[in-house]
């Protein structure tokens, strides 16, 4: 039986109504069945997605039906013709017909063959706007909970901090317990504030608004945020003279800066320096902040910038592991980079750069 234009318009009619692939391919097997009396097969990469009774294909022949879809033109094995279901967006696989499929429907087939590809790609559309509007709806759910958080947790603590700045101790006892609850406080909110960062990073959410900024001021406001911490420890700060603007979001890099200070004070011994140091390298800004603790083991160097990480060294750390990913997300926002290495002869150095065009001139 040939084909003519009231079966090509049934089968746009039947195929408008389909919506997955399973339906897609029992209404493609009936409708040439019924016009051309033949079976089908559609292959989609390397599997067989749906085929007709008795129509078995073997490996020689999806060898071939691979070669169709790379090459977008039909090929024969010897028991099938391969035509390939090719549309603006790609090739999705071939539909495959026996051999003896007699010449005179070759072009009714191939219309048949395009059809096909049309309703896939429908399909594949129709999931991926599915899928953007769950999305879109998880992205608004999260951006909700993320402001929730911030304004139900984050006022109180703030609140707390407040309070306790603000209380006159009467004897040493009370100073010393104001003194702990208000460091375990501002941990407490560095934490909050990781764990807020982190999932504004993974949501794609943050936004850099960079302006040019004084990196003698960047450091200046990190160790204002690390308040008692950065007092009490010897931190030798050193700049390198006549060290232009550098174009940055000054509070996330401040962000950046507090994290590996506040990693620098918990893992190296109280009695030792830290360093800070800023200079040009070429055409970008590079900041280090040094240590003398124990120091990074060298199978660590490379993963301690991975979420939940954290290096087997001694002494009271008090983190879950969030804010060297934190740096990393945020300086490569930045379009810099950041890494660690050891510091000989005891120590570790975090060192990070920051684009600054026209800085090497």
Known sequence: ?????????????TLSGCHTLGEIFSAIEASFVETFGLPVAIVIGDRIAHHSRGFLLQPADLAVAAAASNQRRPQSSEAAWFLPLTTWRGTFGTLAIPVSAPRRDW????????????????????????????????????KALLDSISHNVRTPISAIITALTTLQPHDDVQRELIDTALQQSERLNRLLRNLLDLSRLEAGAVHVHAEPCEVQDLIGAALDQLGPAAASRQIDVVVQPDLPFVPMDFVLITQVLVNLLDNALKY??????????????????EIVVADRGPGIAEQDLLRIFEKFNRAQLTGET?????GLSIC????????????????????????????????GR
């Open 328 to 359: 990393k997300g945020l300086v490569e926002a930045h379009h810099g980079k950041i890494w660690a290495q050891r510091r000989e002869p005891v120590g570790t150095e975090f060192r990070f750069t920051l684009p600054c065009p026209g800085g």
């Open 268 to 285: 190296s011994p109280t009695e030792t320096s830290i360093t800070v140091e800023a200079r040009l390298r070429g055409n970008t800004v």
């Open 107 to 142: 072009e009714a087939i191939e219309c048949f063959a395009s059809l096909t590809a049309v309703a896939i790609l429908r399909t594949d559309l129709e999931d991926q706007a599915r899928y953007a509007d769950v999305l879109y709806d998880a992205d608004r759910f999260q």
């Open 318 to 322: 008090g983190g879950v592991g969030l």
């Open 1 to 13: 039986m040939r084909a003519g234009v009231t079966h090509v318009h049934r089968l746009i009619r």
